[in-house]
């Protein structure tokens, strides 16, 4: 006789649900190169459906995409990646997925900082020319390279030869990239100049001459004696 001990058994019957996640993406940044950094993850589908237990589900900590990249990257790039979830405890836990997999974009970029733009008048303005100020739209501006580098400077200072400023109006600026700097996130920027002109003392005289000259004017008078003198008679 085969018997079996216990007899019975308890059967738990959980209730099975199906509930969306969003997507979170997992990446060690260390790995980038130096002076590298992620600029931006994009995960494609964004959220997933995950089906089990109730009581599994509701335990569900962490839904992500594990990216696996190599030593020293620099470039952006794209890959499939499984999607795993995980407890509070990063448990794996046993769920379907659907879909099992995303497709996620890296946006790697070089190490960048934004700074105020300050705009240093240099030389003396010609003759008779007086620069009230210099603005420009352009109030900070990207720059790329060395963490080093870029931790040292505040402002990107602009030098402007004022002696080459003839009337108010705008004008284009190429910007010099500092030392130790790669690149800026614009070549070049726009620059208004206020100006006030001196006038010209011989056009001022010459205006008042004329005025005066155009001021003469004629009148006739009639009943009016009048005595000639120094002239024969006849």
């Known amino acids: 006789n085969v018997r079996t001990d216990p007899i019975y058994v308890d059967v738990v019957i959980e209730e099975r649900i199906s509930r969306e996640f969003s997507v979170e993406t997992d990446m060690n940044e260390s790995l980038l190169a130096e002076n590298y950094v992620v600029k931006s993850y994009e995960v494609k589908p964004k959220k997933v459906m995950i089906t089990g ?9 962490y839904v992500k ?25 990063l448990n794996k836990l046993d769920v379907v997925v659907e879909p099992s997999s995303v497709q996620v974009s890296v946006e790697i970029e070089e190490y960048s900082k934004v700074v105020p733009v300050a705009l240093v008048e240099q030389g ?26 870029l931790e040292k400077i505040d402002q990107l200072n602009v030098d402007v030869d004022i002696s080459k400023i003839e009337k108010s109006g705008s004008f284009d600026m190429k910007l010099a990239v500092p030392e130790g700097v790669t690149k800026l996130s614009k070549e070049g920027i726009e620059i208004t100049g206020n100006v006030t002109i001196a006038p010209d003392p ?21 009943q009016v004696a009048v005595t000639v003198r120094g002239l024969p008679e006849r």
Request: glycine share 6%; charged share 25%; no cysteine.
């Open 53 to 61: 237990a109730k009581s599994i589900i509701d335990n569900i900590g």
């Open 65 to 89: 995409a594990t990216i696996a990249v190599d030593q020293g990257i620099n470039k952006s790039f794209d890959q499939e990646t499984t999607v795993k979830v995980l407890d509070l405890d």
């Open 124 to 149: 003396n303005p010609k003759e008779g020319i007086t620069v009230n100020g210099l603005t420009t739209n352009t109030e900070t501006i990207r720059l790329y390279g060395p963490k080093s580098v």
């Open 202 to 222: 011989d056009a001022e005289a010459a205006a008042e001459q004329e005025e005066t000259v155009s001021t003469i004017i004629e009148r006739s008078f009639e």
